[in-house]
């Protein structure tokens, strides 16, 4: 109450009393309605209340000491109560003199009016807090627009004038805040133009066939056994995807992170803001920022409108079901399902979102939430209707498409697709569009790309860790890069290594629980759930290499190139684990020195000409691709 934190109108009333709650308090004072009442009995004048019901004491001795009981009656809730320990305390300077029979001074009685106003206020803050947090939440954004001059809500039964004020408003904000696409995974200043940049990724739309994998999956303790792919539908275009939303009316777009699902949700909202998606009459983007702390849909949309918007909640509602079957909502899948505002219950007159996306609520809107690969169950386990189209990033034409609109100059841009394309590992992370941004900054600066292997993927795992750890959500995930590396790294060596044939499948259970959910968020593992005639079956893979990256960040960070690599490589499998020695090689000198001096060994025993020729080659640059 003292910061002005809480509304004194909010209290209907307050009580204090003297002892503990579970034991015998007695009665001292009250405010009912603006009322001060006191306990019969009392000295008059001994207990006072203040404006922001602090209990104030007179007349101070020892046995006004101890605990106090503070109850409240907050309108939005059932009655709180908090204890008050009070102290009573003296001058320094006199504390020899005092017993307790004294008589306080002044100066005494002040120190515990000063004590007790602290410690109420302390414990208000405390308990109030818990209980007016939501209830602050979901008015003030409502209530925003009474202290901006002379803003009146529209008129309740001016249906047309709401219609018309609640498009414009989203369409000024999707054009002031989606206009321009960032062209740097960390920086948010570094943007172009949507219309100059923004590509549209390779997608396909799963559908119920499904053919006979290519290649067999073997899981440890397992035999090998075919596991069925799904069939896919292309989905070409921007057009594609609106046809599939009107048709199927729910879509859940999956891909790892860092393949432009953002980026796909901002250019949907800023094309109908320029009219080019027309088929909707309200496009509601609700991205992490819009989500974060809100319960509701109408809380959520309502940081979209201007502070002094002149729509109510109630407006605001009415429009949403009234129109509901051309409303558009696309929603920041990956970050609600994990957030705990997935559970929060919506305030009266709203809907959660999670009514929404189990089809509880606005079930005539059409929506498209965006997730990652291996939460794809998790929203099945809310409602299994969902359209699933996958997204797998950028395709060879994508990104030379993408180089050339980066790169004012045609002549660097041509260079730097020579470069991707000399090179299946760059070719492969530059299907990843935020590691095509990476590798365009690089040749930017640098008119090179990194010669060395483990440097492009020490790079490329910093950049996806803090790409989805920017903007207000978990700095700690950087941190726990290199224990992350090490833990992940282990079980990836060891598939390598298997005794019966090299695994590049992997259970859940073989991972830390942390260790894998950490690479599942940041898109070096992911994970696919298969039904088979037992039942169903769960297989973790690494991407586009990782699997060796990482096992050698275990054998060199652990220091185990000498005992547990170097066995290994013989004349007979020095070729298959080309990938994971240069690995190894460019992450340290001393690793490079030991493997090399190894290589050397294996030279005489080599059987033909072209894999001498090979060996020399690696000797020569270990490090390199």
Avoid at 272 to 284: H, M, Q
Avoid at 509 to 526: A, D, K, T, Y
Wanted: include cysteine; hydrophobic fraction near 35%; proline fraction near 4%.
């Amino acid at each position: 109450m003292a910061d002005k934190t809480f509304n004194i109108n909010d209290i209907d009333s307050a009580y204090w009393h003297k002892g503990l709650p579970d034991g015998n308090k007695k009665f001292l004072i009250s405010n009912f309605g603006g009322k001060i009442t006191w306990a019969s009995g009392l000295p008059i004048g001994k207990y006072d209340l203040t404006a922001n019901f602090s209990l104030v004491i007179h007349n101070v001795s020892y046995s006004d000491g101890g605990p106090y009981v503070w109850q409240l009656k907050p309108k939005a809730s059932g009655l709180l109560e908090a204890v008050v320990n009070i102290t009573i305390v003296a001058p320094p300077e006199r504390m020899e003199d005092v017993t307790p029979t004294s008589q306080p001074d002044a100066f005494q009685q002040n120190i515990v009016v000063i004590v007790v106003a602290i410690l109420v206020v302390v414990a208000m803050v405390v308990v109030l807090g818990v209980c007016m947090y939501k209830k602050r939440n979901e008015s003030s954004c409502w209530e925003r627009r009474t202290h901006h001059g002379d803003h009146k809500a529209i008129p309740m039964d001016d249906v047309d004038s709401v219609r018309d004020t609640l498009a414009e408003e989203l369409k000024e904000f999707y054009k002031e805040n989606m206009e321009n696409t960032r062209i740097h995974p960390l920086d948010s200043s570094m943007t172009r133009t949507t219309e100059d940049i923004y590509i549209f990724p390779a997608m396909f739309k799963r559908s119920h066939k499904t053919i006979k994998a290519e290649t067999p999956t073997k899981l440890k303790g397992s035999q090998s056994q075919y596991l069925d792919d799904q069939k896919g539908e292309p989905v070409k275009s921007l057009d594609d995807l609106k046809k599939l939303l009107i048709k199927n009316n729910h879509v859940a777009v999956i891909g790892s992170a860092g393949c432009g699902k953002t980026a796909l949700m901002e250019k949907i909202g800023y094309d109908w803001a320029c009219e080019n998606f027309t088929a909707f009459k309200y496009v509601v983007i609700l991205r992490k920022k819009e989500i974060c702390g809100t319960a509701g849909v109408l809380e959520a949309i309502r940081k979209l409108l201007p502070a002094d918007s002149d729509i109510t909640k109630q407006q605001l509602g009415e429009q949403i079901k009234e129109h509901k079957k051309k409303v558009l909502m696309v929603v920041d899948g990956s970050f609600l399902l994990e957030s705990s505002d997935m559970n929060r219950p919506a305030s009266e007159g709203d809907w959660s979102l999670k009514d929404v996306l189990s089809f509880n609520a606005l079930r005539g809107c059409s929506l498209l939430i965006t997730i990652s690969s291996h939460q794809l169950d998790k929203l099945r386990n809310l409602h299994s209707r969902f359209t699933v189209i996958e997204t797998t990033g950028f395709s060879l034409e994508n990104i030379k498409q993408y180089i050339h609109q980066f790169f004012e100059d045609s002549d660097k841009g041509d260079n730097l697709i020579k470069e991707v394309q000399s090179s299946t590992i760059f070719e492969t992370l530059a299907k990843s569009p935020i590691m095509l941004q990476v590798l365009c900054l690089i040749w930017e600066h640098k008119n090179s790309l990194p010669r060395q292997m483990a440097n492009v993927y020490d790079r490329a795992v910093n950049v996806l860790a803090k790409h989805i750890s920017h903007d207000g959500s978990d700095q700690s995930d950087v941190k726990k890069i290199d224990g992350f590396k090490t833990s992940i790294g282990k079980v990836a060596f060891g598939g390598l290594m298997d005794p019966n044939e090299e695994r590049s499948d992997f259970s859940e259970g073989e991972f830390p629980e942390e260790s894998l959910q950490f690479g599942l968020r940041i898109g070096v593992m992911s994970k696919e759930t298969y039904t088979i005639a037992e039942g169903q079956t769960c297989v973790v893979k690494f991407l586009h290499l990782y699997q060796e990256y990482f096992a050698a960040c275990f054998l060199v960070h652990q220091g185990n190139v000498r005992e547990q690599l170097l066995p290994q490589v013989t004349c007979d499998t020095v070729r298959k684990m080309g990938m994971l020695i240069r690995f190894c090689c460019g992450m340290n000198d001393r690793a490079e020195s030991l493997i090399t001096n190894h290589l050397r060994g294996l030279k005489d025993g080599l059987k033909t000409p072209d894999d001498v020729a090979w060996l020399q080659q690696l000797i020569e640059d270990p490090s390199g691709y």
